[in-house]
């Protein structure tokens, strides 16, 4: 996989006119400068770490003045996930000066984990690296004019015994005219079935329509100018039903009714015909899939414009249905990506109580829902499963 992945990056690369990314790289730059700040040991021993962040504690990692832009970030951190919840580590950056951030996300769903989860995921922009995720990695571009910090906070109940980070970026005088500015957003919704139902696939009769969106889940709500450049979308499915009849809808400077909307979770997401297979692309794949019988459990899904951004002038209000016409209840989670022309604040900020996901539903779990389907039906031993 990580060889047919860096072919695939070097052929995007040199199927490109000279202003590819390849070219871009051996011309000299004037005015620029590379610099970094890590968490490598000053006394210039090997104790490169930040230690002992309590419960409850924040950590500046980076706190730099005037204008430059981030191109990579590497973080590792101590004990692992199995005893560390990496969904109760928050990661926020601020841009210029600002008191609010612009991004906000435990750090797992940021960089490619869900649910506490630690598994390999590969694309452009970010990745979560062996030993079977054990590194966070990012190489979007995030500028700034005036001044860039990075905190985290420890929102476990745990304490982190070692924090390893890498941050480069370069300082210039000036930044490139419209230069955005990086916004990255974690939401959870654990959605809400239709009073008649989970009617999904027309299982339980006709089914209604959706024109305009109103109880989608939401990916973002932007309001500016500037350009969405994807998303990770984490996706935890009660039940063995395809999860991905929910198409996405998107409203462009303030639209009333979506103006591009799509064929359906997987097609929105560059595959087809409900797919249940490991697959990493630099701009969309499928890192994570179920174990379980049909889509019971959870799944990882992203996709990132990197080609193909969502432009918009004014706002940018970017959904999906759960199921068609949001007729599932689906525990639903994911972090957004966009660039806008100044700093904004996010739309709202989730508890740790808020973030927490619901159990993935099992094999005990249908047998005991089969139990009661036969006490319900007389409890007749000749019953298979399929009677109305």
């Not at 040991?41 to 409850?56: H, Q, S």
């Not at 027309?202 to 100018?225: H, M, R, S, W």
């Not at 990132?304 to 706002?315: L, T, V």
Request: include cysteine.
């Amino acid at each position: 996989m990580i060889i047919l992945l860096i072919m695939i990056q070097s052929g995007i690369g040199f199927s490109q006119n000279f202003g590819n990314e390849l070219f871009s790289l051996s011309q000299i730059k004037e005015g620029v400068k590379s610099r970094r700040v890590g968490s490598y040991d000053k006394t210039g021993g090997n104790d490169d770490c930040l230690k002992g962040i309590k419960p409850g504690e924040k950590a500046t990692i980076m706190d730099v003045k005037g204008a430059g832009a981030i191109s990579h970030i590497w973080i590792t951190i101590a004990p692992g996930a199995d005893v560390l919840n990496r969904n109760d580590i928050i990661i926020r950056m601020f841009w210029d000066g600002n008191s609010f951030p612009s991004v906000e996300s435990p750090i797992g769903p940021f960089f490619g984990n869900g649910w506490n989860e630690t598994y390999n995921f590969v694309s452009a922009p970010l990745a979560v690296t062996p030993g079977w995720g054990k590194s966070y990695v990012s190489y979007f571009a995030m500028p700034f004019a005036e001044g860039a910090r990075i905190e985290i906070e420890n929102q476990s109940d745990k304490e982190i015994s070692s924090f390893y980070f890498n941050i480069d970026y370069v300082e210039m005088k000036k930044l490139p005219e419209n230069s955005g500015r990086f916004h990255a957003w974690f939401n959870h919704e654990v959605t809400e079935a239709l009073p008649g139902g989970e009617n999904e696939w027309a299982t339980l009769g006709e089914q209604g329509k959706n024109t305009t969106g109103k109880d989608n889940y939401v990916f973002a709500d932007i309001k500016g100018k500037g350009q969405f450049v994807g998303v990770n979308y984490y996706v935890n499915c009660p039940s063995t039903m395809w999860y991905g009849e929910g198409d996405e809808m998107i409203s462009i400077d303030g639209e009333t009714t979506p103006s591009i909307i799509g064929t359906g979770t997987e097609d929105f997401f560059n595959t087809s015909w409900c797919p249940k297979e490991l697959f990493q692309h630099p701009y969309f794949g499928y890192p994570r899939v179920n174990n379980e019988t049909g889509w019971l459990g959870h799944t990882h899904l992203y996709r990132f414009f990197i080609q193909d951004p969502f432009y918009f002038d004014k706002a940018c209000k970017f959904t999906i249905e759960h199921g068609h016409n949001n007729n599932l209840t689906l525990d639903l989670a994911s972090v957004a990506y966009w660039y806008q022309d100044k700093a904004a604040s996010l739309p709202r900020t989730f508890t740790k109580e808020e973030r927490q996901p619901k159990p993935v539903i099992g094999p005990s779990d249908i047998h005991l829902w089969r139990n009661s389907w036969r006490i319900d039906k007389g409890n007749k031993t000749t019953l298979w499963g399929n009677e109305k």
